[in-house]
């Protein structure tokens, strides 16, 4: 069971230079979300998905997108990366059985934009 | 708006200390209060709370909310070295999509 996966673990990029970030989950989980981590800043919320087909922004939305086709993937796509997106990106997923609401983490994306 | 807050954001301690962290949070139709430990890499789950009053226990930690006064705490007795990392609290609503975590307390256990 290999719980939510995240690709790439490191990246750097170049000011205005786009990519995607990869995440899959196997645990059947409906919402899946995205994270930013600064320094002193917590983990803040990108955007997040309650089913596939269905997204909405979270706290830091601005530079990214995100697409929910299937279950399993919710990848997070940086469309013209600034130095101010140099952070570190989880991912997670969560499910509502139970009453259970845990999210699960994935490892985490380094990035740098120079 | 919805916000947590934790303190102390950083603390250090040796060995066998025990330790108090704290969290208060606002959120909106709030549900449960969840803690995670990082280390080096994802947040890793250690409790959720749900009920006012009830202790949750692991081991050598343990922690309780306090749905009135809109605050939780986590207890560390004993402190190891393996022990150090950063403490996140995250509270969520009742449709279990609004997890807001707050900054984080970044414990570093000396020996």
């Known amino acids: 069971n290999a719980?939510?996966?995240?690709?790439?673990?490191?990246?750097?990029?170049?000011t205005g230079q786009s990519m995607t970030l990869q995440c899959a989950q196997d645990m059947n989980h409906e919402y899946m979300s995205w994270y930013r981590?600064?320094?002193?800043m917590g983990l803040r919320l990108i955007h997040y998905s309650v089913g596939a087909g269905i997204t909405d922004q979270g706290e830091v939305p601005n530079g990214y997108n995100v697409s929910r086709s299937t279950t399993e993937d919710f990848p997070l796509r940086l469309l013209s990366a600034a130095p101010s997106q140099t952070s570190v990106y989880f991912c997670a997923s969560s499910d509502r059985v139970d009453g259970k609401n845990i999210q699960y983490f994935g490892a985490g994306t380094r990035l740098s934009v120079l | 708006e919805d916000k947590v807050v934790q303190s102390p954001l950083s603390l250090v301690v040796h060995e066998g200390d025990?330790?108090?962290?704290?969290?208060?949070?606002?959120?909106?139709n709030f549900r449960s209060l969840l803690w995670y430990?990082?280390?080096?890499?994802?947040?890793?789950f250690l409790f959720m709370l749900t009920s006012s009053g009830i202790e949750k226990k692991s081991g050598r930690l343990s922690s309780i909310l306090d749905k009135k006064e809109l605050f939780s705490i986590l207890n560390i007795t004993a402190t190891q070295t393996g022990d150090s990392a950063i403490y996140?609290?995250?509270g969520t609503d009742n449709y279990g999509?609004?997890?807001?975590?707050?900054?984080?307390?970044?414990?570093?256990?000396?020996?």
């Open chain 1, 3 to 14: 719980g939510v996966t995240q690709t790439p673990k490191f990246q750097v990029l170049k």
């Open chain 1, 37 to 40: 981590q600064d320094p002193g």
């Open chain 2, 18 to 28: 025990t330790v108090t962290l704290n969290c208060s949070y606002e959120v909106t």
């Open chain 2, 37 to 44: 430990k990082q280390e080096k890499k994802a947040p890793t």
């Open chain 2, 88 to 90: 996140l609290c995250a």
């Open chain 2, 97 to 111: 999509q609004n997890f807001v975590f707050g900054p984080g307390t970044r414990l570093s256990v000396l020996p």
